[in-house]
């Protein structure tokens, strides 16, 4: 029923950008908060921006502030990541979250790979 499905990754040069997009299904997607996190490897994954809702508030890790941008477009059941000014360390599977903090669901995308030549 649920699905996330995250699209855009690729190889970029230092400095470069790319725009991921997530297009979700089988759930009410204006009622989540949406997340991105990323997993390097042979790292933990980890939280790099968030969004409510409504789209009306952002937040993002420190690493990343600046330099990407998250987005939704509720009538399109989508969200967005913007990446700029892009460095080696972002190299990452970055996957998409759907969150409801009331009734604490979790959905999660199978990633996409952003590939950051060093």
């Known amino acids: 029923q649920v699905q996330l499905v995250e699209s855009g990754g690729g190889l970029v040069q230092p400095g470069g950008s790319l725009s991921l997009s997530c297009a979700a299904s089988?759930?009410?997607?204006?009622?989540?908060?949406m997340n991105w996190y990323r997993q390097a490897p042979g790292k933990e994954r980890e939280w790099v921006a968030a969004?409510?809702?409504?789209?009306?508030?952002?937040s993002y890790k420190d690493s990343v502030k600046g330099r990407f941008l998250i987005s939704r477009d509720n009538a399109k059941r989508t969200a967005y990541l913007q990446l700029n000014s892009l460095k080696p360390e972002a190299t990452a599977v970055y996957y998409c979250?759907?969150?409801?903090?009331?009734?604490?669901?979790?959905?999660w995308g199978q990633g996409t790979q952003v590939a950051v030549s060093s």
């Open positions: 979250n759907a969150d409801r903090r009331i009734g604490m669901r979790n959905y």
């Open positions: 969004i409510t809702s409504a789209g009306d508030s952002t």
């Open positions: 089988g759930f009410t997607f204006s009622s989540y908060s």
